[in-house]
């Protein structure tokens, strides 16, 4: 069974940076699109970036660039988001996912594999 597990998590002030590390196992990680989405309290999950197979290719939400990288590391097995200026908006529970699409999907549905999430919350 796929496994994706999320780490780095935790309480920063704005302005402030975390970087998130998703571990996956039992899939054969550079075959697959790697995501990162994030939920705040009482709304939808949504996109926050995306990279491809080898690496070379990424797209972002709007909402995020310029502050949140992407980046992988096939030999480990694991993604990263680097995230930046962080405001409190940016609060949420963030996912890691996979798929064997490609960088341009941004909706959930489009992940088949996800990973439990990890707590990022900003203080103002």
């Known amino acids: 069974q796929v496994q994706l597990v999320e780490s780095g998590g935790g309480l920063v002030q704005a302005g402030g940076s975390l970087r998130l590390s998703c571990q996956a196992s039992r899939l054969t990680f550079r075959s697959y699109v790697m995501g990162w989405f994030r939920q705040a309290p009482g709304k939808e999950r949504e996109f926050v970036a995306a990279i491809n197979r080898s690496g070379a290719a990424t797209n972002a939400a709007d909402s995020v660039q310029g502050r949140f990288t992407i980046s992988r590391d096939n030999a480990k097995n694991t993604v990263y988001l680097q995230m930046n200026s962080l405001k409190p908006e940016d609060t949420a529970v963030y996912y890691c996912?996979?798929?064997?699409?490609?960088?341009?999907?941004?909706?959930?549905?489009?992940?088949?594999?996800w990973g439990p999430g990890a707590q990022v919350t900003v203080s103002s």
């Open positions: 996912a996979a798929h064997g699409g490609t960088i341009a999907a941004m909706t959930r549905g489009s992940y088949a594999y």
